[in-house]
């Protein structure tokens, strides 16, 4: 098979079917409003602003799919990429696993993205993609902390605890989303790597059990995991810079 004729296609997988507990109570996280938009959106359109990205796949709570479906077709999304709405399961893990269950054969490059970094920028994307067409079999945007960490023995909640040690914080990066891979190594990684309890959520975490190499990109400070109210605070914040910057 030629370069040319080999499928190369990218897909983006965004696993959107959890509950977002930290939000507080109400709609699902990836559901809430940001903007007057739901974060699903957001992060549907970021995946989308990519050129590279033909096919976005948005794995839904498993009784939901029918109202992402809808709300996916209440709002104006590129339309050179294809959208497609699949029902999830009941861990992280087996939402990843359903949607890569029906990605097209001439998919080779995978993202998966969190419903809950709405606001990625497309450049962060594209590194991404470049980084596994490249060659590099897992790829994770990743900033260097800010913060000194400390590791510590977990104690109950409200007691102190322990120091053990203190990480040097230069060696630390924190990760994002997306994260990006070759195709058929994330499918062996679900296929292969066993994770109990809640299961995998750092898809790339499964990669490098296999043994395979995974490489860090610089992330982006606006890729920030949209978790507690403070964050929702900060994202209506950065939609309005932007809104007032580009004028949409």
């Known amino acids: 098979m030629s370069d040319q004729s080999r499928p ?21 996280k990836a559901l809430r409003a940001l903007g007057g938009t739901p974060m699903l959106v957001h992060a549907v359109r970021a995946m989308a602003a990519s050129r590279s990205v033909a096919l976005v796949v948005v794995v839904a709570p498993p009784d939901g799919a029918a109202e992402v479906k809808n709300l996916l077709n209440e709002h ?15 861990t992280r893990q087996e939402s990843v696993r359903l949607g890569l269950d029906v990605l097209p054969d ?21 590194a991404v993609i ?21 590791e510590v023995e977990p104690g109950a ?36 790597v066993a994770v109990g309890g809640e299961g995998a959520t750092d898809d790339a975490g499964m990669v490098e059990r296999l043994g395979e190499p995974v490489v860090v990109v610089p992330g982006h400070e606006e890729a920030f995991k949209v978790t507690r109210p403070l964050d929702l605070v900060l994202a209506e914040a950065v939609l309005a810079r932007r809104r007032a910057n580009d004028g949409f």
């Open 8 to 28: 190369n296609r990218t897909a983006a997988v965004i696993p959107a079917a959890g509950r977002g507990v930290r939000l507080g109570p109400g709609a699902p």
């Open 76 to 90: 104006a999304l590129p339309e050179r990429t294809d959208y497609v709405v699949v029902p999830g399961g009941d």
């Open 106 to 126: 001439d998919v080779s490059v995978v993202l998966v993205h969190d419903a809950a970094r709405p606001l990625v920028p497309v450049d962060t994307v594209d």
């Open 130 to 150: 470049a980084a596994v067409r490249g060659g590099a079999p897992a790829v994770v945007p990743a900033l260097p902390l800010a913060d000194t960490v400390k």
């Open 157 to 192: 909640p409200g007691e102190p605890e322990p120091v053990l040690g203190t990480p040097e914080r230069a060696r630390l990066r924190a990760v994002q989303t997306p994260q990006g891979f070759d195709r058929g190594t994330l499918v062996r990684a679900h296929d292969t």
